[in-house]
T-cell receptor, first 116, second 114 residues
Framework: AQTVTQSQPEMSVQEAETVTLSCTYD???????LFWYKQPPSRQMILVIR??????QNATENRFSVNFQKAAKSFSLKISDSQLGDAAMYFC?????????????FGSGTQLTVLP | KAGVTQTPRYLIKTRGQQVTLSCSPI?????VSWYQQTPGQGLQFLFE???????NKGNFPGRFSGRQFSNSRSEMNVSTLELGDSALYLC?????????????FGQGTRLTVV
């Protein structure tokens, strides 16, 4: 079974600064997808960024980028120029690309506070 | 385009009762998945439905069940409620439930069992 670990329960960053959230995962599969989701106080999970395991190039979406290290099974999220609206719980998630098990496996989350 | 709609948003039930939660996916989406979110266990997968068939199931007792209708709307039912069932229940829809396909989440139903 796959597991996803987020070792930072809480993080804080000054507005306009950069912060990196960590995520590691364990899997024996070679083909899979990794995601970062954001859950603001409204509770709705919002997809921030997605990485396909077979792509070596790190995904980027505007101020959000990832550092994907497949051999180390590490998938960190970097938020540049942090904004107050970035404050939320961030979840790292894994999804297998094989077989019929297409559910998301989530980490425990990192609560990000953005300080003005 | 309307997002994923979950009803009701809040629910309070008594131990031993049963409850039904509803999820209306985005128009055109045929896959609906349910997740339970609690402070202790985090986000856990309950089940996935695609074209009215349960395609995948998580490790939950048989008290948790679900179904999907021909219009892709889904319901989940929890019978004989226990205090530990108190949680935020999230529904996610996607076009086909494929690994690469983005899943869109609703705002959840907050269930409190007293």
């Amino acid at each position: 079974a796959q597991t996803v670990t987020q070792s930072q329960p809480e993080m804080s960053v000054q507005e306009a600064e950069t912060v990196t959230l960590s995520c590691t995962y364990d899997t024996s599969e070679s083909d899979y997808y990794l995601f970062w989701y954001k859950q603001p106080p409204s509770r709705q999970m919002i997809l921030v960024i997605r990485q396909e395991a077979y792509k070596q190039q790190n995904a980027t979406e505007n101020r959000f980028s990832v550092n994907f290290q497949k051999a180390a099974k590490s998938f960190s999220l970097k938020i540049s120029d942090s904004q107050l609206g970035d404050a939320a719980m961030y979840f790292c998630a894994y999804r297998s690309a094989l077989g019929s098990a297409r559910q998301l496996t989530f980490g425990s989350g990192t609560q990000l506070t953005v300080l003005p | 385009k309307a997002g994923v709609t979950q009803t009701p948003r809040y629910l309070i039930k008594t131990r031993g009762q049963q409850v039904t939660l509803s999820c209306s996916p985005i128009s055109g989406h045929r896959s609906v998945s349910w997740y339970q979110q609690t402070p202790g266990q985090g986000l856990q997968f309950l089940f996935e439905y695609f074209s009215e068939t349960q395609r995948n199931k998580g490790n939950f007792p048989g008290r948790f069940s679900g179904r999907q209708f021909s219009n892709s709307r889904s319901e989940m039912n929890v019978s004989t409620l226990e205090l530990g069932d108190s949680a935020l229940y999230l529904c996610a829809s996607s076009r086909d439930g494929g690994a690469r396909t983005e899943a869109f989440f609703g705002q959840g139903t907050r269930l409190t069992v007293v």
